[in-house]
């Protein structure tokens, strides 16, 4: 555990803190003929050899450094200027999986470990399901209460925000429950009923007060469900 800290702590000084905007920019401009982008590379190679510690590591900061040039390489070349977003996350979720298949590697595990672990499948199984299957589920029980003026109230909001706090809010409550902070579901949900009281107050609409108020009582029931859920099943694992 201690190892991925260390090279977490690398992959964040070498992309973010240590990383300049211009390199940034030329990287974009000229990718590959970029001398910054083997700048970046032999950056990160060394900081993960430095912070490991270790001679022996040597030979994996360079597999990191080899790496994370290919990785960022098929960025740059793919990434359009409405898919950068998109593009960063799949670029830094990438470079994660790698520092942890390094550090696997590197303590003579497999990653086919996880596979084998009951644990692994049981939580995974309940953080996929409190995604876009529960707000596929909320949306078609409360569908027969949206009221008709529904839309006019999504005018001024992000794309999709509601379905993505949706999903946030029964993550957290999931963590809340594995982790037994019970009393922390109490402060989220009155966080959240602060933040939409102006909204409700100013729309004047009831049955938009009872849509929102089923909504939200609906996926928290199926974020805490889940959580003693998955809880109870985890204390029956050997």
Aim: glycine letters at 6%; proline letters at 2%.
């Amino acid at each position: 555990m201690i190892l991925f800290i260390k090279l977490f702590l690398a992959h964040l000084l070498g992309d973010f803190i240590w990383q300049p905007n211009s390199w940034v920019a030329d990287k974009e401009i000229k990718k590959h003929k970029s001398i910054y982008l083997y700048f970046h590379v032999l950056l990160h190679g060394v900081l993960a050899a430095i912070l490991a510690g270790e001679i022996s590591f040597i030979p994996y900061a360079v597999l990191i450094a080899i790496l994370h040039g290919i990785i960022d390489l098929i960025k740059l070349n793919f990434q359009k200027d409405k898919t950068k977003r998109t593009w960063f996350v799949v670029d830094q979720i990438t470079h994660i999986l790698v520092l942890i298949g390094i550090v696997l590697l590197y303590q003579n595990k497999t990653v086919i470990y996880f596979w084998q672990d009951n644990e692994f499948w049981i939580l995974i199984t309940g953080i996929l399901l409190l995604t876009k299957p529960a707000s596929i589920f909320i949306k078609t029980i409360i569908s027969i209460w949206a009221p008709e003026n529904e839309n006019s109230h999504q005018d001024n909001s992000l794309i999709a925000a509601g379905n993505y706090i949706g999903i946030l809010e029964r993550l957290f409550v999931f963590g809340f429950i594995l982790t037994g902070h019970f009393e922390a579901i109490g402060f989220l949900l009155a966080a959240k009923s602060i933040f939409r009281f102006g909204d409700l107050k100013e729309a004047k609409d009831r049955k938009l007060t009872e849509y929102v108020l089923i909504g939200t009582l609906i996926s928290f029931g199926i974020a805490i469900l889940a959580g003693i859920l998955v809880q109870a099943l985890l204390l029956q694992l050997p």
